[in-house]
């Protein structure tokens, strides 16, 4: 089952063309990752996803992006029920200047629905207890969620995510600014929501491609050059330019 | 002359110059304190103008500002704040928009008195609202809405972009992280502007001339169609138009009004600085 599936995506910031042709399929309740060097276009791919793009002014799209059996290129796609459904962790952690409590609250509140003291408790009790922080914080709630430390507050912002019931993750960097002991502890944190949730990561660091994930893809120059199961790209690359990205040779 | 000593010199002067700009700061307040002080009392801030001005209180002048500069945010802060958030989350930068910048930045230029017979042709003559608490209002609104709307822009503008993209990623629309994300965190930012042009309200007297301000009226306004007494024109009829005004009198008036202006600075200058620690993103 594909969570996304990517038909010849081309994307230009104005006139330069970020990405060719691409396409790829995001299997539902697995990790894929997204690796290559710094320009290859990953980041770009990851926030065509969820048309976080659409923020910037000249950029242009064409092909198909097929989540949940719609093309979310469409000129008619509602982007609000799409950034619900697809949540994005980004490079900083970048919790709201707020408690830890309406950190989580803020995506259910927004949204309307149930919005009683009790029902929000839930939601904030059991997001938290899906980022493995409600024994760390669960009598902290009323802090400023500015005072937490890198690692929690990604994943506070993984919780705050989670608080909207999204269906797929992507993760642009999340563990860039993260020690490797935190980045150890994110990526545990991975594997657990893989369960719930499909996950895209974008990441410049093969080996934890190579730890967490399922699948992979490698992007150079706007290009996806070769997508796979991650044994196979870091064991037995067919094309000559992923050989030369996952031994090392440049990047 | 060698370079130890020209440095000296240099320094001398820039210490010269600093200590001019707050000389004359310093002996505004220390003279209007000294003079004025003694004219205080709870009779003078509570009794109605006597004898001529002669004698009595200036309550009706401090109640009249209060009206005005009350009326002046009640219509300049909404406008001025719906103006700013266009200008600084929804329009894009082009010919039209930059003729708006450019004309808010022009209209802090103008001389309050041309906005005091703008008033006075628009509001006093053609909408026919007469010299009225309303008329005086509304001039003194648009003579401070650039400083709201600039001040807003700043605040919302100073508001980091990675919130802006948190909230929408999280699914909420342009409106609702207008509305639960930048407007929130902006706030101080829009009250310190808001109070900086109370201030500039409450001290204008061209504004207020030929719209609002009576020369003398013991009792207090009923509505807003009715004329009121103001400090600044208060203190210029004091100081000009009625002879034999006691001097503690005059200073008396212009204390209470200094009073007011630099209480609402330090309100605001308050505010910022706090503002500034909590910011910590």
Not at chain 1, 22 to 51: D, E, H, Q, W, Y
Not at chain 1, 191 to 215: C, F, G, P, W
Request: aromatic share 8%; net charge positive.
């Amino acid at each position: 089952m594909a969570a996304i599936e990517v038909k010849n995506l081309d994307f230009w910031y104005g006139s330069f063309q970020a990405l060719i042709k691409v396409n790829a399929c995001f299997a539902k309740n697995k990790i894929t990752a997204v690796i290559g060097p710094s320009g290859c276009g990953k980041s770009t791919m990851l926030r065509v996803f969820n048309r976080m793009n659409d923020l910037i002014d000249g950029v242009r799209m064409a092909g198909e992006v097929i989540i949940d059996g719609r093309n979310i290129l469409d000129a008619k796609a509602d982007l609000v029920p799409l950034r619900k459904s697809v949540g994005m962790v980004f490079q900083r952690p970048n919790p709201f200047p707020l408690s830890v409590y309406e950190n989580i609250v803020f995506g259910p509140r927004v949204h309307g629905g149930d919005t009683s003291r009790d029902a929000l408790d839930q939601i904030v009790e059991e997001s938290l207890k899906s980022v493995l922080l409600w024994d760390e914080l669960k009598d902290k709630l009323k802090r400023p969620a500015l005072n937490l430390s890198l690692e929690q507050k990604q994943r506070l912002c993984i919780a705050r995510l989670i608080a909207v019931r999204p269906e797929v993750l992507l993760m642009d960097e999340p563990c860039s600014t993260l020690d490797p002991q935190g980045t150890a502890r994110v990526e545990d944190l991975m594997r657990e929501l893989k369960h719930d949730y499909s996950i895209v990561i974008v990441t410049h660091n093969m080996q934890q491609a190579a730890r967490v994930s399922d699948d992979t893809g490698f992007m150079l120059l706007g290009e996806m050059v070769e997508f796979g199961p991650t044994s196979e790209i870091f064991t037995m690359p067919r094309d000559q330019r992923t050989e030369d990205y996952v031994t090392g040779r440049y990047g | 002359m060698n370079s130890h000593r020209s440095q000296k010199l240099a320094f001398f002067c820039l210490l010269l110059a600093t200590l001019l700009v707050v000389i004359p700061v310093g002996m505004v307040v220390v003279i209007i304190v000294q003079k004025g002080l003694p004219g205080i009392s709870w009779e003078f801030l509570t009794d109605v103008p006597r004898k001529g001005m002669r004698a009595g209180g200036i309550y009706p002048a401090i109640i009249g500002t209060l009206y005005l500069v009350t009326g002046a945010i009640v219509f300049a802060l909404p406008i001025g704040l719906l103006a700013a958030i266009y200008l600084s989350e929804y329009s894009r930068d082009n010919f039209l928009t930059r003729v708006i910048r450019l004309a808010i930045v022009n209209l802090s230029g103008v001389p309050s008195v041309v906005y005091g017979l703008f008033g006075l042709a628009l509001f006093v003559v053609f909408f026919n609202f007469g010299a009225s608490i309303l008329a005086g209002s509304l001039t003194l609104g648009i003579m401070i809405l650039p400083i709201v709307i600039t001040t807003s822009r700043e605040a919302l503008e100073s508001v980091p972009e990675a919130f802006r993209e948190v909230s929408l990623s999280l699914g909420a629309s342009k409106w609702q992280t207008i509305r639960h994300v930048v407007l929130p965190n902006a706030i101080p930012g829009i009250l310190t502007g808001t109070i900086l042009g109370l201030g500039r309200a409450a001290g204008e007297t061209a504004p207020i001339l030929f719209t609002v301000a009576a020369f003398y009226l013991p009792q207090l306004p009923s509505s807003i169609f009715d004329q009121a007494m103001a400090l600044p024109y208060h203190l210029y009829v004091i100081s000009t138009q009625v002879p034999n005004v006691d001097e503690k009198i005059r200073y008396g008036t212009a204390f209470v009004l200094l009073a007011m202006v630099l209480f609402m600075n330090l309100l605001a200058t308050i505010i910022r600085s706090r503002l500034r620690k909590n910011k910590r993103w």
